[in-house]
DNA sequence: GTGGTCTAGACCACA
DNA sequence: GTGGTCTAGACCACA
């Protein structure tokens, strides 16, 4: 099932949010391949948003081929592993992007390796105890 | 010495390229504390830019304590030690965002440890490579 | 309601004279957290000022955290609280400012005491004699 | 005898640091009435200021009365009690502008009262401790 | 010379 | 429609 929810607050856009939305969804497998997405104007009406937003999160997804639509049927989710290989895909991208961001900083590889060891310890041991 | 370089075609916006330099000058001790900067006029003029773009990079770097500024008289380095304090807890930040992404994606700490590894041990072997 | 006011003359900058018109009206209760306030060109065209100076306002209680905005969405008023403490914590530094002065001044405790009490008394009766 | 502190680091303009300096050191009685001042450049060298920053001052405190001029034989100190009472009004004016703050910011008079006596009391107890 | 304020106006992504 | 970025350029106080 899909249900989404967005963070009017966040700086991050509308359109993300819900791309990332589905993502996730279909990379836990909380959803399967090739079920039916809710119409646009389903969640444009569920979460009091644009239609265009919804459709702009749509388009770009089935642009880059995680989910599919049939006309006038409806927008099916993607094959699953895809979503994850996706997200990892993303995943890298973003932590290296990182990597880059701390040697530009003047921290040596060691003085990174050490700090996203701390960081992850700690984060670690957070994500523990809240569960 | 203060020389920075800015990429007129990146999606970053100019003037966070620019307290990006500054940050990062500052952090490796390549400029002093106290040290005058460059005016907003030029650095402006060096780059080709609007005094405008760089007064505003100046302007925030000033509200984070990072340098301040005296009308009529100029723009100095904050202490050193703030900057790289300062970088270091935004590349902390930046880094817990990563992970709650991760961990949001649906991978587990330990696959995110790996993943983390894995990106930095490529990562690591192309920046030695380099030199 | 949101209904600025601003005087040209003034020698305090147009930015700075309608944050605190923001600051007021939220403190006094008369907009509500989380209500839309008006769009910078809005503001911009019923004021007669350029829309960028309204920006600047505007970026400002941002970073303040007095205001949120969400691009493409619009600005809305933060909880109104922070408002109020925020103005009263402004109030209280300058009167330390004025305390310090008097004291570098030359004046004692007690002398500034009185001429505190002086000041205040005469304004105090202009302003009931005003309703 | 004049001896001028400046702080090159506070916003205030160096003009009116050095013109706040000399009216105190007046109105407290530190130096007297018809007494002669240090010359321009000589403050300005020990300072290590721009002479016009200086000029500056001297010109607006002879306009205002404060201090007089001897073309060929230098500046002199006015009658200190023009001085006092010069301080005394400027910090009778401050505290205006602050209550009309105050009013403007939804503070009922009773309410400023309180405040006043608050702000009051902290800074009375912290400066008696001082000594 | 320096930074601070403001205008007029363009172009962008997002909703 | 919204806010965000940037340019070009004026004028100010201050040093």
């Known amino acids: 099932m899909f249900s989404f929810t967005i963070d009017q607050h966040s700086r991050v856009p509308l ?10 969804l279909a990379a836990r497998g909380l959803v399967a391949a090739d079920e039916q997405m809710p119409s646009v104007r389903q969640v444009a009406a569920d979460l009091g948003i644009n ?6 999160a749509y388009h770009e997804l089935e642009r880059e081929g995680l989910i599919y639509s049939v006309p006038g049927r ?5 094959a699953t592993d895809s979503h994850r290989q996706y997200l990892e895909s993303l995943l890298r991208k973003k932590l290296l992007t990182w990597l880059a961001e701390g040697a530009r900083s003047g921290l040596s590889p060691e003085a990174i390796r050490k700090l996203m060891h701390e960081v992850y310890t700690d984060w670690q041991k957070k994500e523990s105890s809240h569960e």
Do not use: H
């Not at 239609?51 to 702009?56: E, M, S």
């Open 15 to 24: 359109f993300v949010q819900l791309k990332e939305q589905v993502l996730i």
């Open 51 to 56: 239609p265009n937003t919804v459709q702009k």
């Open 74 to 78: 409806g927008s099916f989710l993607g």
